[in-house]
């Protein structure tokens, strides 16, 4: 059974003026199994956010349904939403997402607080993931004290530290430098190495170059996939963008 399972799934938002509809997805159908690293592309405005809105249960889908490890998301019920995502789904944004007014280690503990865990897991927990992240001498301090690279690193560790499922992951590179980019995707390599799987959203060809296969979302549907195989990150940079223009300009796709 795939870890994830996405059937059918359908998605259609009436404008507030008008009662116009627009159809965000359509029919999308794909499956991810546990260990994998799935990037998914497309141009703005093709439903890639829309999807992974609904992939961590923060939208629900007008049709089709969405599984993680064989449970229906569409049948958990909304109290119970926020737990079961503490629970199974780990979160990496853009924007980082941590508060100001509490330090790194108090912001990766917050998923752990909120779930009722005692102090001496979460420091147990939290160890050997600051040490991965290379963030332990960085933990008593502030975000506006760190890096945008550094925030990103606690973000990583926010999402790990719950034994998540599945990462969720949008556009995690973007707020980043080169630099710090860099050392984003070869920690995505690392954690993705020691089994965790990975969806991420992303407009970076770079970015999606080290993931193991690539989505391309186009008018809400998949449009095509690329398996990473045995390409170097150059080659599966190269035929991700040779499958960018195919999909902008409109072509049919040919292997």
């Not at 599945?166 to 590179?173: C, N």
């Not at 809400?220 to 499958?243: A, C, P, W």
Request: aromatic share 8%.
């Amino acid at each position: 059974m795939a870890l994830l399972d996405v059937k059918n799934v359908k998605k259609i938002y009436t404008t507030r003026f008008g009662g116009n509809q627009v159809e965000a997805l359509h029919n999308v159908s794909f499956s991810v199994e546990a260990g994998e690293y799935v990037a998914i592309m497309g141009e703005s405005g093709s439903g890639k956010t829309t999807l992974l809105n609904i992939l961590a249960a923060l939208d629900k889908p007008t049709g089709g349904k969405v599984y993680l490890k064989g449970n229906d998301l569409g049948k958990i019920r909304e109290k119970e939403m926020a737990a079961f995502r503490r629970q199974n789904l780990g979160f990496v944004f853009q924007d980082f997402n941590l508060l100001d007014t509490l330090t790194l280690k108090d912001n990766i503990f917050l998923p752990l607080v909120l779930s009722g865990k005692k102090y001496t897991e979460m420091e147990s927990r939290i160890a050997p993931i600051a040490e991965q992240l290379g963030i332990s001498k960085l933990l008593n301090k502030y975000p506006y004290e760190v890096s945008g690279g550094q925030k990103q690193r606690a973000a990583i560790a926010r999402a790990l530290i719950t034994q998540p499922q599945l990462i969720l992951a949008d556009e995690p590179s973007g707020a980043l430098d080169s630099r710090s980019t860099d050392e984003l995707l070869g920690l995505f390599n690392a954690i993705n190495d020691n089994g965790q799987t990975i969806v991420m959203v992303t407009h970076s060809v770079k970015a999606a170059s080290t993931a193991k296969r690539v989505l391309f979302i186009k008018d809400g549907e998949v449009f095509h996939q690329l398996y990473r195989g045995n390409l170097t990150s150059d080659e599966m940079y190269q035929k991700i963008t040779d499958t960018l223009t195919v999909l902008t300009t409109g072509g049919e796709h040919r292997e």
